[in-house]
């Protein structure tokens, strides 16, 4: 079982920046790709961000690319989404996930989420 807990989320104006973090626990391992994925009411959950357990690859949704950049640190198992210039359509419960291909944008390829952190962007 691996654990992923996020923070970071929180209510704020629209062209304001949030920080996302994410560390995974417990039998994690190395060898794992993380991703963020987001959830606004009445959607399916839709791919944000996502890293490669080297960071070799690295992908973004059309929707962030230029606004969102993600980094991972391999040995505290732990990556951040740096969120800047926000828009209200970001608005959403944003989730982590761990998966064994390399950062996949896929949510099925996912095998462990987070509890979700809320992410509000006021106009």
């Known amino acids: 079982q691996v654990y992923l807990a996020e923070s970071g989320g929180g209510l704020v104006q629209a062209g304001d920046s949030l920080r996302l973090s994410c560390t995974a626990s417990?039998?994690?391992?190395?060898?794992?790709?993380m991703g963020w994925f987001r959830q606004a009411p009445g959607r399916e959950r839709e791919f944000v961000a996502s890293?490669?357990?080297?960071?070799?690859?690295?992908y973004y949704a059309d929707s962030v690319k230029g606004r969102f950049t993600m980094s991972r640190d391999g040995a505290k198992n732990t990556v951040a989404l740096q969120m800047n210039n926000l828009k209200p359509e970001d608005t959403a419960v944003y989730y982590c996930?761990?998966?064994?291909?390399?950062?996949?944008?896929?949510?099925?390829?996912?095998?462990?989420w987070g509890q979700g952190t809320q992410v509000t962007v006021s106009s």
């Open positions: 996930g761990y998966t064994y291909y390399d950062g996949s944008t896929l949510t099925e390829k996912y095998r462990y």
């Open positions: 890293m490669g357990y080297n960071g070799r690859t690295t």
């Open positions: 417990g039998r994690a391992g190395t060898a794992y790709g």
